[in-house]
């Protein structure tokens, strides 16, 4: 035998299909199960490595290994943008260990996993989005201690995320939270959208697509169900609100609805264009 | 608009992935032997084979060759490598005391029995940079083997077993027993932890800590942050058999032997309440690792603290923060663009600064 | 061509797809595979997609000991006494109350608890006569659950009446349907 055949485990030993083994996917499935039925809540499972660094979407990438269907066809986005490099490097690895197609087109897309944007147009029944979370615990923002936050999220004791949130409005007039927004989760749980913007916010509640949230490096995964209530905490007196994009417009198509990248140019002025780069083409064409 | 090019990101990530290879692979210079990297730089491919969590030094040796020398980067490579591997059988419990010795050394007592054995190691020489060793001709290689093995050995001389000093103290009620309540270890690799985490936990998400990490932790304890005052009762360096149960016979069989560092620490007596004896901490780790399982005694012990008064005696500040592949890969993720979070942060950061100056 | 083995794994993604979808929209129905015509077979392509030796199962009455025993063999599940197991099979007709005796989890980790996989005869959208609200439900579904009676139902309501504890549902029939009722959801009506 050849010494590379020997150190990757004899010649006719081939990774599985989907690359995880089997303990691996099923410890994910039963967590994803556990997570559908306690929408907002975190299932602790045992996260495998990736061969991605830790940080870099292993919770995004195992739940989608753990689901992939051959018949899929797979958008990967970063900040909204199929192109971006380390998207192109998860797309890269789901075709080479699952074979299946993949692309930029939200419609077209069976499954999506995304850090960090939820695309701009309405997902339907028939898929998936798969979000990579960096921060599954939306208390760890007023606790550090996991043993902690998780008792908080026994008894439902919010009281400091509340006021966390009202000193906000007192000190600054506004809530400084800008993306990674909390919201209510079927009326019980607080739950960490992961770093969405606010603009995305909106987009999770009683939608008809399901949600998936993998945490690789914290362990940690959840889902929002469709046509589940998904509240971002508020005031009476002091709503919610999304980026204000008020009077700009994205510099390539022209859309006023879409969330904005700004991009500075050398002389100091601003121009914007559509952070949902497959969107912002689709308008174009 | 550089790395996120919407046409041509797919390309670039080619090129400099070629470039990387390129760089790793050096100019000129002869491919680096695994045996070459194996034998000579051993104690960074025991590193890697702990903080990895898998014993392999072949692939050990290959993973610190693709990862250029990084330990943090090999350790990863290895880690998600194990990943994909078949769970064969679980190993059988075995005693250290049938250790295959390399090295023993106890600094609570002058002597020991079994004696101290000071196998090898670099605590005696003078740190002055060898240049002697420039060249390393095989002839002087074979001059230092003559005079280690000339006739010097007798086996005779060797003891089968070793005692551990800390059962000897034992036997003489000198230390406390340390329950554990476990009936299975827990397995991290399969589970998450959760806290309070049993000592199977602990002691298994120190095994594949990350050696600076918890060397800052444990000196954090050992200079004053923390109270416990350690005496290491034992440090050995030995080859431990790996004992698994044929599943059709039912006979224990010796699998092979891995290499282990092991550490025992005493520490000052310090329960008012109870019957006044040394605590004690306990640190393994694959490989030649010995500031790693000094480390992992210290925090062993720090971590079972009645009540917690210094970041070291946290299990949870520990536990979350030793892991270096985790670590590591959260600290690099923030080269990733992260400019939708930073333009939400922007708008906040305007709206504020309207109602700061409609205040004002 | 893919080879045998790859095949059964592209398999066990397609029924996990299937049962993530059902668990997702409570009440509705679907189909695990085309061929099923038996209970063991439906189950059996349940449990490869779920079960391994990291979990463990249990029968809820002897009526489904021997089913649990094909399971367990065929997936390396360990078999566990019924209060502690996590995979709970029961014939809905000799269910016996199941859910008021299985796990629900703890306050801090109510996903330590037990899924009850009932094994029933055809399933359908419409005809119940509970109504089935909460996650994942837009409008009240009323699917039918043949053979559940009145005290299973009840065992089911009292098991998640401490939300988020509570015990997940699964009802199989014998052609490979599934409807699955997460303890998120909530029944209306005389139970």
Known sequence: MLAGEWLSGGAGRKTTWGFLDDGAKKDVRRALLKAVAIPGYQVPYGSREMPLARGWGTGGIQITLSLLSPEDVVKVIDQGCDGSVNAVNIKKFYERVGGVETTTDTREATLIQTRHRIPEERMDAGQILVLQVPYPEALREVEPSEANTRRMHAEADYARMWLHLYEDVVHYGEIRLAYRYPCTVNGRHVMDPSPIPRWDVPKLHMADTLFLFGAGREHRIYAVPPHTRVEPLEFEDHKFRVEDFHGKSCSRCGATDTFLDEILGPDGTRTFYCSDTGYCDKRRR | MGYVAVQGGREAIERACDLYESSRSGRNSSPLGLDQIREQLPLAVDRVMGEGGLYAPDHAALSLRQAAGDTFEASLLLRAHRATLPRLAESLDCSSSSMRMVRRISSAFKDVPGGQVLGPTSDYTLRLL?????????????????????????????????????????????????????????????????????????????????????????????????????????????????????????????????????????????????????????????????????????????????????????????????????????????????????????????????VDRARR | MHNIAVMATIEEHRVFRTILQAVSRPGTVHRLAPTPTRHLESLSLFARALLDPETSVAAASTGSVELVTEIAKGTGCRIASMDVARWIVAYATSADGVCAKVSRGSPDYPDESASVVYLVESLSE????????????????????????????????????????????????????????PRSTRLQGDV
């Open chain 2, 130 to 354: 060898d240049f002697e060793i420039l060249e390393d001709p095989l002839a002087r290689r074979q001059l230092i083997r003559d005079r280690l093995f000339d006739g010097r050995i007798d086996e005779e001389e060797v003891p089968d077993e070793f005692p551990r000093v800390v059962e000897l103290l034992r036997a003489e009620g000198l230390v406390e027993d340390v329950e554990t309540g476990e009936d299975e270890p827990f397995d991290i690799t399969r589970r998450s932890l959760v806290y309070p985490a049993p000592r199977s936990a602990r002691l298994q998400a120190m095994a594949r800590g990350e050696t600076g990490g918890m060397l800052f932790l444990a000196y954090s304890s050992m200079r004053g942050y923390g109270h416990i005052h350690p005496t290491l009762a034992e440090l050995r360096v030995g080859y431990v058999p790996l004992l698994v149960r044929n599943p059709l016979t039912g006979e224990d069989v010796v699998a092979g032997e891995v290499l282990a560092t092991e550490a025992d620490v005493v520490s000052r007596f310090s329960d008012p309440e109870g019957q006044p004896r040394f605590h004690v901490g306990y640190g393994m780790c694959f490989g030649q690792n010995e500031v790693k399982a000094i480390s992992m005694g210290v925090l062993d012990r720090c971590m079972r603290a009645a009540t917690p008064s210094s970041p070291a005696e946290d299990q949870e500040f520990v536990l979350s923060h030793i892991d270096g592949i985790e670590s590591m890969g959260f600290s690099n993720h923030w080269k990733l663009p992260h400019y939708v979070d930073f333009l939400s942060d922007l708008d906040r950061l305007r709206k504020a600064q309207e």
């Open chain 3, 126 to 181: 419409t005809g119940g006569d509970i109504g089935w609200s909460g996650p994942g439900i837009p409008v009240v579904r009323r699917p039918s659950i043949p053979g559940l009676d009145r005290n299973e139902w009840r065992s089911i309501r009292h098991a998640n009446s401490s939300y988020p504890l509570g015990v997940d549902c699964f009802f199989l029939d014998p052609q490979g349907r599934i409807v699955a009722l």
